[in-house]
């Protein structure tokens, strides 16, 4: 498979006073993008991420207006883990919008974790698949994306093999700096392949990372974020972007 064009990007920063305001932000936009995608597509497909933004999102999206049997719900990366885990993503969105938003379970695209890693990558793929057929490389609406305090994103981590990883959707990883060692992730060509990427984030914890990425280019995985012909949105508070 060939690697998407060098990219084209339209970059938004909005720094807003606090974290409440990064949550109300990133959820108005995930409602204003979805109606957008529901009404020139018939449907919305999005990737999640953990961490704060499930915090974020699980608090603000039950309260938008939307047309949610048009929702498909993926994640940028999942880690291998059963779904009674902690550690798991998805466990934290089914409790945080199944029963508080019309969303099923079903709506949901979620690994495998009864497989290796190898495997379950695999079969996440073709999960992918099934939801945009014939394509090179998917088109996501929106990819909600994490980033670390070592500046990863997704499972991406810096110096990783991965960073270059151009021939799947969907990669394995069993060395993770970060526990749970073993994860999958989306690859970079289908990071940079969406119509719109958010950071969001909260917190002078943030604030270093943020510098080093937006202020001063360093090639950190999060720094690689640049949709084709996409839209790209920081989304920070005042702590987050005050060394910037």
Request: aromatic share 8%; with cysteine.
């Amino acid at each position: 498979m060939s690697t998407p064009l060098l990219p084209h990007t339209k970059t938004v920063r909005k720094v807003v006073d606090n974290e409440e305001k990064v949550a109300s932000e990133l959820c108005s936009l995930v409602q204003k993008l979805a109606n957008y995608a529901i009404t020139e597509r018939g449907h919305f497909k999005i990737g999640l991420s953990g961490g704060s933004l499930a915090k974020f999102l699980c608090g603000g999206l039950p309260s938008i207006e939307t047309s949610w049997d048009k929702w498909s719900l993926f994640f940028c990366d999942e880690r291998l883990v059963p779904f009674s885990d902690g550690d798991s993503t998805y466990k934290l969105y089914k409790a945080g919008l199944v029963g508080s938003t019309p969303l099923t379970e079903e709506q949901f695209v979620v690994i495998n974790p009864e497989l290796d890693v190898e495997e379950a990558a695999k079969d996440y793929e073709s999960k992918v698949r099934n939801s945009f057929p014939d394509c090179e490389w998917p088109k996501f609406d929106v990819l909600l994306l994490g980033m670390g305090p070592d500046g990863h994103t997704a499972s991406l981590f810096p110096d990783h093999k991965l960073l270059d990883e151009r021939s799947v959707w969907i990669a394995p990883i069993s060395d993770s700096p970060k526990p749970p060692s073993c994860r999958v992730t989306m690859t970079l060509p289908v990071i940079n392949n969406a119509r719109c990427c958010i950071f969001a984030m909260a917190g002078a914890g943030k604030a270093e990372m943020v510098k080093r990425i937006l202020g001063d280019g360093e090639a950190l995985p999060s720094a690689m974020v640049k949709p084709v012909s996409g839209e790209l949105y920081w989304i920070l508070d005042t702590a987050a972007a005050s060394k910037l």
